[in-house]
T-cell receptor
Framework: EAQVTQNPRYLITVTGKKLTVTCSQN?????MSWYRQDPGLGLRQIYY???????DKGDVPEGYKVSRKEKRNFPLILESPSPNQTSLYFC??????????????FGQGTRLTVV | SQKIEQNSEALNIQEGKTATLTCNYTNYSPAYLQWYRQDPGRGPVFLLL?????KEKRKERLKVTFDTTLKQSLFHITASQPADSATYLC??????????FGAGTRLFVKA
C-alpha cells in the first residue's frame, strides 16, 4: 500500500530536549515536505526537499532542521524545542512535477506538545 | 502580501444539496490549484488539481472552477451526503516546489 508514515503519532516533551520526528514514504517520490498546522492558520510549510541531499526552507523554518540522506526518509529535527512549536505536524511526498503539478500524499500526522 | 482566503465559517447544508466552497487569493499567479479533504486528526487527502489554463475540472460528484481574472476557485460537491462532512483545503503553487494552503472550510452535511 502506498503510504507516508510518520512516527511518533503523539509526543509530549520538555523545552530544550532535542527530538526527531521520522517520515518515510514507499512511493519512490522525489519531493518531500514538512508542514505544521495550527488552528486558524492552516498548513504552513517548514522545509521541503526536491531530492536526496537537496533541501530548502519553506515559510516557517526557524527552530527546525531536516536532512535527506535517502530518498524514502525525511526526518524533522527540533534541536531545542520551545512551547511555540506545539503543533500538529504533517509530512508529505509527491513526484516532482514541478511545473505541471502532482498530488501530494500526507502522513497521518504527529501531535507535538512542548511544555 | 500573498494571501489565500477560505471562508472560515462552517458551511451547513442539507443532504442532497450542492455544497459550494470558495477559495480567493491575492498577489499570486498560481500555476495550479489543488483541493484536499481533511478529517479530524487525519492528514489531508488529495481530491482535484486544476491548472492555470483550465477553467473547470470534474471528478464524480466534485467540480472545481478556476478564474484567474477573479483570482478565485470554487469547489462544488453535488448531491452531498453526510459522509462528505469534513474540512476542505485549497492549495496554490506558483510552479515551484512551494505550496501554500488556505486555512480550510468546515462542511457539515445534515441528513
Amino acid at each position: 500500500e502506498a503510504q507516508v508514515t510518520q512516527n511518533p503519532r503523539y509526543l509530549i516533551t520538555v523545552t530544550g530536549k532535542k527530538l526527531t520526528v521520522t517520515c518515510s514514504q514507499n512511493m519512490n517520490h522525489e519531493y518531500m515536505s514538512w508542514y505544521r498546522q495550527d488552528p486558524g492558520l492552516g498548513l504552513r510549510q517548514i522545509y521541503y526537499s526536491m531530492n536526496v541531499e537537496v533541501t530548502d526552507k519553506g515559510d516557517v523554518p526557524e527552530g527546525y532542521k531536516v536532512s535527506r540522506k535517502e530518498k524514502r526518509n525525511f526526518p524533522l529535527i527540533l534541536e531545542s524545542p520551545s512551547p511555540n512549536q506545539t503543533s500538529l505536524y504533517f509530512c508529505a511526498s509527491r513526484t516532482s512535477g514541478e511545473k505541471s503539478g502532482t498530488e501530494a500524499f500526507f502522513g497521518q500526522g504527529t501531535r507535538l506538545t512542548v511544555v | 502580501s500573498q494571501k489565500i482566503e477560505q471562508n472560515s465559517e462552517a458551511l451547513n447544508i442539507q443532504e442532497g444539496k450542492t455544497a459550494t466552497l470558495t477559495c480567493n487569493y491575492t498577489n499570486y499567479s498560481p500555476a495550479y490549484l489543488q483541493w484536499y479533504r481533511q478529517d479530524p486528526g487525519r492528514g489531508p487527502v488529495f481530491l482535484l488539481l486544476i491548472r492555470e489554463n483550465e477553467k473547470e475540472k470534474r471528478k464524480e460528484r466534485l467540480k472545481v472552477t478556476f478564474d484567474t481574472t477573479l483570482k478565485q476557485s470554487l469547489f462544488h460537491i453535488t448531491a452531498s451526503q453526510p459522509a462528505d462532512s469534513a474540512t476542505y483545503l485549497c492549495a496554490l503553487s506558483t510552479g515551484g516546489f512551494k505550496t501554500i494552503f488556505g486555512a480550510g472550510t468546515r462542511l457539515f452535511v445534515k441528513a
